[in-house]
């Protein structure tokens, strides 16, 4: 089948290209362990030929990015769009970036704009990458959407099935710190991290967490308290701290009465939001792990980069 489009989810650690079909789909898959912070130099074009040079000769298609690729450090800083923020307003937003491309008519990629928004406290909040799939995952009006991470997002979508307004909570990076730059990772084994997930100590982690998510510098000590006292051990600490940690945002991030959620992710860090949203009594569904790759492809057939 002949090939539409190159699209590229280029990230901080990793860069994933898909030469997509007509409809969307999928006919090859590459990745790169050359994300944005690994580029040499700012030679961003130089790694993507060497990634994708031969589909651009045998096809030249249009090339589209998202993710941080398009941020401060990326190749080209693309603009934040303010929510509200519809994918036909992204769509007249690409930023066009030029380089050397082995044939002619392929050395422009189009980048995806990132969106911001402020807060209650007048406070600035951005994403990029997400964005894109979230259009990627097509939700119904009024979804919510979180997606963990290091950086984890909720993203409450208005009746029209748009950006309203989102949420950052930085609970992977501070699991992160505190497990191996703080006191409290002093009494953890984290060696068997992920290996022996001890669920009941997790979710009595999400509890307090939930419960005292409103003092959480004072409710994270517990993380240490809990071990002096010999109630938990070096390897169920860990689990315990990352309940506390995701406990400590479902509460923060529940301003309204939320029933249900839908969760974009992978792995274990994705099952364990499923299982605290589960012990909270909150519902979830499980959003298509291509939600990126399809978001790329709506964003280009909206800029007219495709025909259908």
């Given at each position: 089948m002949t090939a539409q489009l190159i699209a590229l989810d280029?990230?901080?650690?990793?860069?994933?290209?898909?030469?997509l079909d007509p409809y969307g789909h999928s006919l090859e898959?590459?990745?790169?362990?050359?994300g944005v912070m690994k580029v040499p130099n700012g030679e961003f074009g130089s790694v993507?030929?060497?990634?994708?040079?031969?589909?651009?000769?045998?096809?030249?298609?249009?090339?589209?990015?998202?993710?941080?690729?398009?941020?401060?450090?990326?190749?080209?800083?693309?603009?934040?769009?303010?929510?509200?923020?519809?994918?036909?307003?992204?769509?007249?937003?690409?930023?066009?970036?030029?380089?050397?491309?082995?044939?002619?008519?392929?050395?422009?990629?189009?980048?995806?704009?990132?969106?911001?928004?402020?807060?209650?406290?007048?406070?600035?909040?951005?994403?990029?990458?997400?964005?894109?799939?979230?259009?990627?995952?097509?939700?119904?009006?009024?979804?919510?959407?979180?997606?963990?991470g290091t950086h984890s997002k909720w993203i409450w979508l208005?009746?029209?099935?748009?950006?309203?307004?989102?949420?950052?909570?930085?609970?992977?990076?501070?699991?992160?710190?505190?497990?191996?730059?703080?006191?409290?990772?002093?009494?953890?084994?984290?060696?068997?991290?992920?290996a022996s997930f001890k669920l009941e100590v997790f979710l009595r982690g999400v509890s307090l967490g939930v419960s005292g998510h409103a003092e959480v510098l004072h409710t994270l000590f517990a993380a240490r308290t809990t071990g002096l006292m010999g109630h938990l051990n070096a390897i169920e600490l860990p689990d315990f701290l990352s309940g506390i940690l995701i406990g400590a945002e479902i509460g923060s991030a529940r301003l309204h009465a939320v029933k249900q959620v839908h969760l974009l992710g992978e792995g274990s860090l994705?099952?364990?939001?499923?299982?605290?949203?589960?012990?909270?009594?909150?519902?979830?569904?499980?959003?298509?792990e291509q939600a990126t790759t399809k978001g790329q492809w709506l964003l280009a057939r909206a800029a007219g980069l495709v025909k259908v």
């Amino acid at each position: 089948m002949t090939a539409q489009l190159i699209a590229l989810d280029w990230g901080t650690s990793n860069l994933r290209a898909n030469l997509l079909d007509p409809y969307g789909h999928s006919l090859e898959q590459r990745q790169s362990a050359m994300g944005v912070m690994k580029v040499p130099n700012g030679e961003f074009g130089s790694v993507l030929v060497e990634l994708c040079g031969d589909w651009m000769q045998a096809h030249r298609v249009p090339l589209i990015a998202s993710g941080m690729v398009g941020s401060r450090q990326g190749w080209k800083e693309a603009p934040y769009l303010s929510c509200p923020a519809t994918l036909k307003q992204a769509a007249l937003h690409l930023t066009e970036v030029q380089f050397d491309a082995p044939v002619a008519g392929t050395n422009c990629v189009y980048i995806a704009p990132g969106l911001k928004c402020i807060d209650e406290h007048a406070q600035t909040d951005v994403m990029r990458g997400e964005e894109t799939q979230i259009w990627g995952a097509q939700l119904p009006p009024s979804s919510i959407c979180v997606l963990p991470g290091t950086h984890s997002k909720w993203i409450w979508l208005d009746a029209a099935g748009d950006f309203q307004n989102f949420k950052t909570f930085m609970t992977g990076e501070m699991y992160s710190l505190l497990t191996q730059h703080s006191i409290l990772g002093r009494l953890m084994d984290i060696s068997e991290t992920g290996a022996s997930f001890k669920l009941e100590v997790f979710l009595r982690g999400v509890s307090l967490g939930v419960s005292g998510h409103a003092e959480v510098l004072h409710t994270l000590f517990a993380a240490r308290t809990t071990g002096l006292m010999g109630h938990l051990n070096a390897i169920e600490l860990p689990d315990f701290l990352s309940g506390i940690l995701i406990g400590a945002e479902i509460g923060s991030a529940r301003l309204h009465a939320v029933k249900q959620v839908h969760l974009l992710g992978e792995g274990s860090l994705c099952e364990r939001y499923a299982q605290a949203f589960q012990h909270q009594g909150i519902a979830f569904v499980h959003v298509s792990e291509q939600a990126t790759t399809k978001g790329q492809w709506l964003l280009a057939r909206a800029a007219g980069l495709v025909k259908v």
